[in-house]
């Protein structure tokens, strides 16, 4: 998974691409690449955060 600044080049790569905002996290998923996806920003706000580790 790339950590990207912004995920609208990552978006507009594929056909297939998705943005979808989870826990407060924007993520890019394709659901016909599985291994074509990316997040935008920290950890902030994931599950990485809340148990302390960065």
Do not use: E, W
Not at 37 to 50: D, F, V
Request: aromatic share 4%; hydrophobic share 30%; net charge positive.
């Amino acid at each position: 998974m790339k950590v990207l600044s912004s995920l609208a080049s990552m978006k507009r790569r594929h056909a297939g691409c998705q943005v979808v905002k989870r826990k407060g996290t924007l993520y890019v998923i394709n659901k016909t690449d599985p291994k074509f996806k990316a997040r935008q920003g920290s950890t902030k706000g994931t599950k990485l955060s809340k148990k302390g580790v960065k």
